[in-house]
């Protein structure tokens, strides 16, 4: 589950909208002012009249302490050439209100399943091709290779239990034995192995617990 955090004066995602994003998109939507910024994956910022441009810079600032968070402007209206100026302050893209929930949701998606690591290299989940990009590297994967590796990564260096990774994967089996997961673990660092050596270790084995997937030590490689 992706965590997102959202600037804005009125109620921008409706209520049946936010449900969407939460069941189609994996995306649970959180009042930026309100929310532990290290709990995040993404930010929107919502730019109109009634929020003072100071406050939007603020914020911007602020974020540059954790550049590997995407950031998007929502605005009513498209911008000019002030976007340059947005760019370098570590936006990735920019949203219009008139454009369709999906066309949002989507791009927001994407944008989240992708992060740099290493030395200006790549890590961007493909959910249509069930495939992961490493470093421009495509790794093709089962579906359920697939589907642990997006839970590690919307986990964001949280450690994940046997018994939840297990939930996540069989859900309708009651005892799932842990071998079935440290297979499936084996299997993806193998794959990862023969196009990026040095990635291998980004899923951190918690002894006795479970597994991590730590993205920003990559980032000192």
């Not at 954790?66 to 947005?86: A, C, F, H, R, S």
């Not at 990735?92 to 690591?117: H, P, Q, R, V, Y």
Request: glycine residues 4%; aromatic residues 10%.
């Amino acid at each position: 589950m992706y965590a997102l955090g959202i600037l804005s004066d009125k109620q921008t995602i409706q209520k049946n909208e936010q449900e969407r994003l939460f069941t189609d998109f994996d995306i649970q939507i959180y009042d930026l002012e309100n929310v532990d910024l290290t709990t995040l994956q993404g930010i929107v910022l919502h730019k109109n009249e009634h929020i003072q441009i100071e406050k939007l810079f603020q914020w911007l600032i602020k974020f540059r302490e954790n550049p590997i968070k995407p950031i998007w402007i929502l605005t009513d209206e498209p911008l000019g050439k002030e976007k340059v100026i947005y760019l370098k302050l570590g936006v990735i893209g920019f949203l219009l209100e008139s454009d369709s929930f999906d066309e949002i949701a989507w791009t927001i998606k994407n944008g989240l399943s992708c992060m740099t690591i290493g030395q200006n290299h790549s890590f961007c989940l493909e959910p249509s091709s069930l495939a992961v990009q490493i470093a421009n590297k495509k790794i093709t994967l089962t579906r359920l290779e697939y589907s642990l590796l997006d839970y590690l990564y919307a986990s964001e260096n949280k450690v994940r239990t046997y018994e939840e990774i297990a939930k996540y994967l069989w859900s309708k089996e009651k005892l799932v034995p842990k071998y079935r997961v440290a297979n499936l673990v084996f299997h993806i660092r193998q794959k990862i192995k023969m196009v990026h050596p040095k990635y291998v270790d980004m899923i951190k084995t918690v002894h006795s617990k479970g597994y991590s997937l730590n993205l920003s030590e990559q980032t000192n490689k």
